[in-house]
């Protein structure tokens, strides 16, 4: 059965800080590791990684992905309110019926007060 | 604007009934997908589908039913049979050769 647990489950900062955010994932037939942003509703799309070691940027975001121990982690430096948000990240699945298919982390809260 | 649209925003309902959501999108997406997300949880796969009359079950389809008649259109009914039916409901659809889903905007769904 695929899992993908994240921590901490919940963060409180200030402005300013910088936090990062841990995904580890156990998913046959691993394709892609996605990161994405719930604020209100709808998640809306961060990054996608697919290669080992290459880090991706937007900004004060930055993630890497590990596909030899199975991790991810997202940075976000020099927080602002703005960033305050559940974090989620979501493995996908390469090829067949199941191409594209995520399996959702249970989330990271982060608060970032002023 | 391409995107992707579910009504309603609040739906209500007794214990007992089958209800639909709506979703349509207009951005030629192959795949469709519904997830169910409940207070502190990440999402859950109810159903998915990547094309045309063919769906495939997902992680929870218990309870749930759906069709996929037109390529815009994948809505989701939740039966009477589903034990836990208040949620959030989010659909999400995907470019072929592409793996990043976009969400629409999510039914919350009490029943009671």
């Known amino acids: 059965e695929d899992k993908v647990v994240q921590s901490p489950l919940s963060l409180v900062v200030h402005e300013g800080d910088t936090v990062t955010l841990n995904c580890s994932y156990e998913v046959t037939n691993f394709r892609s590791l996605l990161w994405y942003k719930q604020e209100k509703k709808a998640p809306t799309f961060l990054f996608m990684l697919t290669s080992s070691g290459i880090e991706k940027k937007s900004g004060r975001l930055s993630s890497i992905l590990d596909k030899k121990e199975l991790f991810s982690i997202l940075n976000i430096t020099a927080t602002q309110t703005g960033d305050s948000a559940v974090y989620l990240c979501a493995p996908s699945k390469a090829g067949g019926t199941s191409y594209g298919k995520l399996t959702f982390g249970q989330g990271t809260i982060l608060t970032v007060h002023p | 604007d391409g995107g992707i649209t579910q009504s309603p925003k609040y739906l209500f309902r007794k214990e007992g009934q089958n209800v639909t959501l709506s979703c349509e999108q207009n951005l030629n997406h192959d795949a469709m997908y519904w997830y169910r997300q409940d207070p502190g949880q990440g999402l859950r796969l109810i159903y998915y589908s990547q094309i045309v009359n063919d769906f495939q079950k997902g992680d929870i389809a218990e309870g749930y039913s759906v069709s996929r008649e037109k390529k815009e259109s994948f809505p989701l009914t939740v039966t009477s049979a589903q034990k836990n039916p208040t949620a959030f409901y989010l659909c999400?659809?995907?470019?072929?050769?592409?793996?990043?889903?976009?969400f629409g905007p999510g039914t919350r769904l009490t029943v009671t």
């Open positions: 999400a659809s995907r470019s072929d050769r592409a793996y990043e889903q976009y």
